[in-house]
């Protein structure tokens, strides 16, 4: 079947700089193999001294699902290689799956307050709900849902790109303290709701209802 990520129209430089940016962010966030977490994650200290497991399990593994995300959505690689669609898939679903979890965790953890913590922690659970619907229609070869609900998923993934365009807006502007709860929520509300205005617009009608 012939599935495509970008809608009718929609700028080839738009969707070419979404793709640059998660994969910069994914490399970038690897930092903590060549030096300290204080050096080069200094808020997150108190995660990785206190949860380990949970902290490197979620840094280690949420980057691979944001690098997969323009391998995935290549329609040229899914036609050429079916195989290794489904390989990175499988790749794709086990990171969200380990990586959303520990991200629950280090939600509960965070040291930035509650309504922070909420944002976190209710995109955690979007996260992993929309990847592990994604996945369960590809398993049944449902795969005008499985192509619906990877879009939400990889909107929901996407998070980690916008939460790193908002947080120096915010700093530079009502400051960190300020700013952080809010863009806990707005990295990805708007992300989701962008990503049903695509489907819809791309089908005329309400996507995830049609077999
Ligand atoms: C989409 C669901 C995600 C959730 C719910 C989530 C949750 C979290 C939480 C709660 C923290 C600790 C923040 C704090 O204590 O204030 C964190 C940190 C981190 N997350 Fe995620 N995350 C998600 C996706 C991703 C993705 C896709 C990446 C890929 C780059 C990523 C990379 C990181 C990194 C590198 C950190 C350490 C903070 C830093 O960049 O300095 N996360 N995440």
């Not at 944001?66 to 959505?73: C, H, K």
């Amino acid at each position: 079947m012939s599935v495509d990520a970008r809608p009718q129209g929609y700028p080839k430089w738009v969707v070419t700089a979404m793709w640059v940016s998660a994969v910069l962010i994914a490399v970038g966030s690897y930092r903590f193999l060549i030096a300290d977490v204080a050096l080069v994650m200094p808020a997150m200290l108190h995660h990785a001294l206190e949860r380990p497991l949970m902290f490197y399990l979620h840094i280690g593994l949420a980057p691979i699902a944001l690098a997969l995300l323009p391998l995935q959505f290549s329609k040229g690689l899914r036609k050429a290689r079916p195989a290794v669609h489904r390989w990175l898939g499988r790749l794709y679903g086990v990171s969200i799956l380990l990586a959303g979890i520990s991200g629950i965790w280090l939600a509960y953890t965070t040291e930035e307050g509650p309504v922070a913590a909420l944002g976190l922690a209710l995109l955690a659970l979007a996260w992993l709900w929309t990847t592990g619907l994604a996945v369960w229609h590809a398993m049944r070869r449902r795969f005008a849902q499985h192509r619906a609900w990877m879009i939400r998923s990889a909107a929901l993934t996407l998070a980690a790109v916008t939460l790193r365009i908002y947080l120096p807006i915010g700093s530079a502007t009502v400051g960190f303290e300020a700013s952080y709860p809010v863009i806990c929520w707005i990295a990805w509300v708007p992300n989701l709701m962008l990503a049903e205005w695509i489907l819809r617009r791309g089908r005329g009608a309400p996507v995830g209802a049609t077999a």
